[in-house]
Every structure is written in C-alpha cells, then in structure tokens.
C-alpha cells in the first residue's frame, strides 16, 4: 500500500533563518506531489506541485521554493523565513486529476 | 477564479442524529469534487470523490450529492458517532490553465458530535 510521510512534525525558527521540509511517498511510482499550506482562518492552499523529477510549478509567489530530486521526494525549502511563512504545511501526492489526493500529518511551523 | 464556500462553519449535533454539510463553489466547469476529513493538528483523511458526471457516492454512513449546475455538493452523515467529531472540508477540483487542474479547499466545517 501507498504511504506518505512528513519530516519534522513540528519545527520553530528564528525569523531569517532557512528552512528545509521534506515529503517521501512509498508504494507507487511517477506520482503527482503537491505542497500546501494551511494558515489560521484560511482554507488550504497550494503553493507547489510537481509532476516529475525537476520538475516544479508554482502557484503563489513568495519566498518559498521546491525541488523534485527523485521521484518520491519532495522538499520544501526557504533561504530566510519571514513571520508570515507560519503555519501548517501539509504535502500530498495523487496518481492523475481524476483520483482523490492523499496527505501526509503535515509540520508545524511556528516561526519567532 | 473558483471559490469554494462551506456553510456552517461549526455544527454541534447530539450523538445518533442525521446530519448535512453543504459546500458551494463559483464556477460549475469542475472536474471532480472531494471531501476531506481532518483532525486537529492532522493531515487530511480522502473520505469521498465525485466525478462531474456522477450525482452521488457512498460509504458506508456517508454519502455526497454532487449538482454542478448549480454549485452545489452536500455531505450526508447519517446516525452521527462521537469518532465523526473533525473538520471536513471540500475541495473542488478544475481547470487552472497552463495545462493543469488544482484542488480548491473551502474553510471546512468543524463538527461536533456529542454523547
């Protein structure tokens, strides 16, 4: 069976600092993976997808980057975090437009 | 630009009761539509997908209602458990340009199912 998992689950940084956060799927091949973030008050959004190995689109401008290095691993990264980058970031693969997503437990950033 | 709207925002409901969730969206072009279910400080649960062709889907005691014309998807709990008690939240699924589909999340319902 498939499985997704999410590193660190909680994480507190210093404004300015970097950021790396990473997301590993098993049990399938090739899958569409996805970035969101999850701020209070609002609904998901997505910030990053990736349809294969290098390659990434970005929905929403900001400081926050992605990379694709194999095939089931997505990282999220930042060189400074800003106050506004707090939050819950949950990431998510699928298999095609007409299959459901699913999530891994996400990380929460806090940052001070 | 989809917008996806759920109404109430919190439902508190005495445990065995039937209960509906509605989810609105702005543009019926959609592809699909998913229901989630999350618990607090959790990732997101896939509890249902509609295809744009297809009215409604079950599972086991929920069920989803799917009117594209109209915008409109309902997510029926029948005889309501306390182990129910989460946020749900829809998400339509549609065109963004640039060859690509998104997912579109409403703000969720948290529900409340008390013994």
């Known amino acids: 069976s498939q499985t997704i998992h999410q590193w660190p689950a909680t994480l507190v940084q210093p404004v300015g600092s970097p950021l790396s956060l990473e997301c590993t799927v098993e049990g399938t091949s090739n899958p569409n993976l996805y970035w969101y973030r999850q701020a209070a008050g609002r609904g998901l959004q997505l910030l990053f997808y990736?349809?294969?190995?290098?390659?990434i689109s970005s929905e929403v401008p900001q400081n926050l980057s992605a990379s694709r290095p194999q095939d089931r691993q997505f990282i999220l990264s930042s060189k400074k975090l800003l106050l506004s980058d707090s939050g819950f970031y949950l990431c998510?693969?699928?298999?095609?437009?007409?299959?459901?997503?699913?999530f891994g437990d996400g990380t929460r950033l806090s940052i001070l | 630009k989809q917008e996806v709207t759920q109404i109430p925002a919190a439902l508190s409901v005495p445990e065995g009761e039937n209960l509906v969730l509605n989810c609105s969206f702005t543009d019926s072009a959609i592809y699909n539509l998913q229901w989630f279910r999350q618990d607090p400080g959790k990732g997101l649960t896939s509890l249902l997908l509609i295809q744009s062709s297809q009215r409604e889907q079950t599972s086991g005691r929920l069920n989803a209602s799917l009117d594209k014309s109209s915008g409109r998807s309902t997510l029926y709990i029948a005889a309501s458990q306390p182990g129910d008690s989460a946020t749900y939240l829809c998400?339509?699924?549609?065109?963004?340009?640039?060859?690509?589909?998104?997912?579109?999340f409403g703000k969720g319902t948290k529900l409340s199912v008390i013994p």
């Open positions: 990736s349809v294969g190995i290098g390659q």
């Open positions: 998510a693969w699928g298999v095609g437009d007409n299959q459901p997503q699913h």
């Open positions: 998400a339509v699924n549609s065109y963004s340009g640039a060859g690509s589909y998104q997912l579109t």
